[in-house]
């Protein structure tokens, strides 16, 4: 089962990074930033592209949903985040081909989840109980009330919150299980709820930031959190021994988001003053 978990991953990291790189192309189409999620979604249904983003999304999500049954949330989303190297290689579609730094920032990325993949131990079980699903709720509010007062802010921002987005809605595919009852549907519906929210943050920080920077933040965010929701709350294991190697993986994981975010950061912040010295 646990093969199966990992293989389900892996598809599910590149349908997410080939998806990622569309997303981003049908964002940056748009006349105007989508600032208001209102907004944003009556533009959505509308598009084409961005409808089939949503079904490469759902198929993505189909295959991750089935990894996190599987296997302990913080391996789930470690597969996942593979999205990233992905992303970052389909990303010259887009924009410019990332540099020799982007790819050292994504090893070391990598390098770093593959030692949190290392250390998974058993999967916990399915939660339905009437406190999880309302704190899952409580947790969509406030991403709602987040994005409202930050949705200003630059892309890897964004892209954080977005993470936040995505790991709510991870962690609420641990409250479906059966039989299925009245609260385990309205955990169902969390996971829609944030997805949406985070859907279109990360298409507002993408709107605003290199793909490879917003996606970085938002890797960060939806592996992290979710892992460490599933090891203190959710009954997710560590193999004996394997502490070290999970902490070492969480802290290079970090750091070359870290890396990979400022660097673009400063590129594109370089590329905006030769602009406007080229100009006056």
């Given at each position: 089962m646990t093969a199966l978990g990992i293989l389900l991953g892996l598809l599910s990291a590149t349908v997410f990074g080939v998806a990622?790189?569309?997303?981003?192309?049908?964002?940056?189409?748009?006349?105007?930033?989508?600032?208001?999620?209102?907004?944003?979604?009556?533009?959505?249904?509308?598009?084409?592209?961005?409808?089939?983003?949503?079904?490469?999304?759902?198929?993505?999500f189909v295959l991750h949903a089935a990894a996190i049954w599987l296997l302990p949330l913080y391996l789930a989303q470690a597969l996942v985040a593979m999205s990233l190297p992905v992303t970052t290689l389909f990303s010259r579609r887009v924009e410019d081909a990332p540099d020799r730094g982007v790819w050292v920032a994504v090893g070391l990325i990598t390098a770093g989840l593959v030692l949190l993949s290392l250390g998974a131990g058993e999967a916990g079980d399915p939660v339905t109980?009437?406190?999880?699903?309302?704190a899952l709720w409580a947790g969509v509010a406030a991403l709602l009330a987040a994005s409202m007062i930050g949705r200003h802010l630059p892309g890897p921002?964004?892209?954080?919150?977005?993470?936040?987005?995505?790991?709510?809605?991870?962690?609420?595919?641990?409250?479906?299980?059966?039989?299925?009852?009245?609260v385990v549907f309205v955990a169902a519906l969390a996971v829609p709820a944030y997805g949406l929210v985070a859907f279109w943050l990360y298409s507002l920080g993408m709107h605003r930031a290199a793909v490879p920077s917003t996606t970085a933040a938002l890797i960060v965010a939806q592996t992290f959190v979710p892992a460490a929701v599933g090891v203190a709350l959710l009954g997710d294991g560590v193999r004996e021994g394997w502490w070290p190697a999970v902490i070492a993986g969480l802290l290079l994981a970090t750091f070359g988001a870290a890396v990979l975010g400022a660097g673009r950061a400063q590129k594109s912040r370089l590329a905006g003053e030769a602009l406007n010295d080229a100009s006056l």
């Open positions: 990622a790189v569309l997303q981003a192309h049908a964002v940056r189409r748009l006349d105007t930033s989508p600032d208001r999620l209102t907004g944003f979604v009556t533009g959505s249904v509308r598009d084409l592209r961005t409808m089939l983003v949503v079904l490469a999304y759902l198929v993505g109980t009437t406190p999880f699903a309302l921002v964004l892209g954080l919150l977005a993470g936040l987005g995505y790991a709510g809605s991870a962690i609420s595919v641990r409250g479906v299980g059966t039989p299925v009852d009245a």
